[in-house]
């Protein structure tokens, strides 16, 4: 049976938003599934010596610019959040809680928290916001208010983050297709030549 794809992204992610609408269909297409990973950018910068792209000279007026025009390419519906970029912590621990109990339900969170922060300007870095968001799914907010506090979830996403860093990721979206590293939205084309080929 063929591998499923791993998925890394952050939630503060334009990029990331942008391929998370794209990846499943994407994989199902060659009869292969996807494993979404929730990453801290934040942690990869400081690791790498990288900085957010909004505080770059010239790169950050350009990728508010992308940021905007790659949605319309892609056809995905986006607007440049208020507060950006922001700390992924409570989506992210949120997100490893639900899928401990069911996968596709994390998805479902996933891609709710995504709309949130890029359609609706609902900052997800607030706990209670993100909260809300998985009450509205219908999860326990009690359960994942105590969850998010929870040392034993808070050990597992550092280290998800610590293993995605020694595998080579540096930055959101970053897919694994078997054992070959994409990076970036506009890579999809290229795992989608990858997937229908075997490599190049």
Do not use: C
Not at 8 to 13: A, G, H, K, M
Not at 92 to 115: G, T
């Amino acid at each position: 049976m063929a591998r499923a794809l791993d998925f890394y992204f952050d939630f503060s992610s334009p990029y990331g938003y942008i391929a998370s609408t794209k990846i499943d269909a994407l994989a199902g297409k060659h009869g292969r599934e996807v494993i979404w990973r929730p990453i801290l950018l934040g942690i990869t910068f400081k690791r790498t010596g990288q900085a957010p792209l909004p505080s770059v000279p010239l790169k950050g007026d350009y990728s508010r610019h992308d940021f905007a025009r790659s949605a319309r390419y892609h056809g995905v519906p986006f607007r440049q959040p208020s507060v950006f970029p922001i700390p992924t912590q409570a989506p992210a621990r949120a997100f490893h809680w639900v899928n401990e109990r069911d996968a596709d339900a994390a998805k479902a969170l996933a891609h709710a928290l995504y709309r949130a922060y890029f359609l609706d300007d609902v900052n997800i870095s607030n706990p209670s916001d993100t909260i809300a968001i998985a009450e509205g799914l219908g999860h326990d907010a009690d359960a994942l208010r105590a969850a998010l506090e929870d040392a034993a979830l808070k050990d597992k996403v550092k280290l998800e983050v610590e293993a995605a860093i020694a595998r080579g990721v540096f930055g959101s979206p970053f897919v694994f297709v078997d054992d070959e590293p994409f990076w970036g939205v506009d890579r999809l084309d290229q795992i989608e030549r990858w997937l229908e080929s075997g490599g190049f």
